[in-house]
Every structure is written in structure tokens, then in C-alpha cells.
């Protein structure tokens, strides 16, 4: 499975990895990243041009469209239909509610 990492600048610096495990940071109040885990169900632009990966988390059973940073839809887009993903979102604070894109793909 092809995997790959990048940094959001105005978020959180990850290590930019193009294989490997993606980066796991916490801080005082807990985990700084948020993760789904799923079955690749194909990718897509939407209208307003923000580029998203479709899932089937693995404990659900409808599809999930989740936006993504362009290096993890471009690494999606050599991925088979089927292929078990995770993909990692970062951000600054752990309580900070924000919902960046996702852009770590294992």
C-alpha cells in the first residue's frame, strides 16, 4: 500500500515521510491528530474544487467522503478499490475542534 505524509503549515509541521507509519502527536489534553480507518471507495473533486477520498469505515457501512490534502489524493489515486486505508488529520491542540484534511494515508 502506498503511503505518504506532509506538513500543514498553518496547523501542525509533521515529518514529511513518503512511507512509513504517519505521526502520532499528543499533548496536555490528549491525542492532536483524529483518524479513520476504512475500505478505499475511490476519490473526487467537488464543485468548489476541494479534493476528497471516499470510505467505508470499518465500522460503518455507508460510504464516508473525507477531505484531503492534494499529496494524499494523489497517493489515493494509485490505490486499488478495496485497498484498507487510514488516513490522519493534525491539528494545533488537541481541544481545539478544528476538522483540517486529512493528510496522512497508511
Given at each position: 500500500?502506498?503511503?505518504?505524509?506532509?506538513?500543514?503549515?498553518?496547523?501542525?509541521?509533521?515529518?514529511?515521510?513518503?512511507?512509513?507509519?504517519?505521526?502520532?502527536p499528543?499533548?496536555?489534553?490528549?491525542?492532536?491528530?483524529?483518524?479513520?480507518?476504512?475500505?478505499?471507495?475511490?476519490?473526487?473533486?467537488?464543485?468548489?474544487?476541494g479534493?476528497?477520498?471516499?470510505?467505508?469505515e470499518?465500522?460503518g457501512?455507508?460510504?464516508?467522503?473525507?477531505?484531503v490534502?492534494?499529496d494524499v489524493?494523489?497517493?489515493?489515486?494509485?490505490?486499488?478499490i478495496?485497498?484498507?486505508?487510514?488516513?490522519?488529520?493534525?491539528?494545533?491542540?488537541?481541544?481545539?475542534?478544528?476538522?483540517?484534511?486529512?493528510?496522512?494515508?497508511?
Amino acid at each position: 500500500m502506498r503511503r505518504a505524509a506532509v506538513a500543514i503549515g498553518a496547523l501542525l509541521i509533521v515529518p514529511a515521510a513518503a512511507y512509513g507509519i504517519c505521526p502520532r502527536p499528543s499533548g496536555q489534553y490528549g491525542a492532536r491528530y483524529g483518524v479513520v480507518a476504512g475500505t478505499y471507495a475511490g476519490r473526487g473533486i467537488s464543485p468548489g474544487g476541494g479534493e476528497f477520498v471516499t470510505l467505508i469505515e470499518t465500522a460503518g457501512a455507508a460510504p464516508v467522503s473525507l477531505n484531503v490534502s492534494g499529496d494524499v489524493f494523489a497517493a489515493a489515486g494509485k490505490l486499488a478499490i478495496g485497498a484498507r486505508i487510514t488516513l490522519f488529520g493534525y491539528v494545533r491542540h488537541a481541544m481545539s475542534g478544528a476538522q483540517p484534511p486529512y493528510s496522512c494515508i497508511e
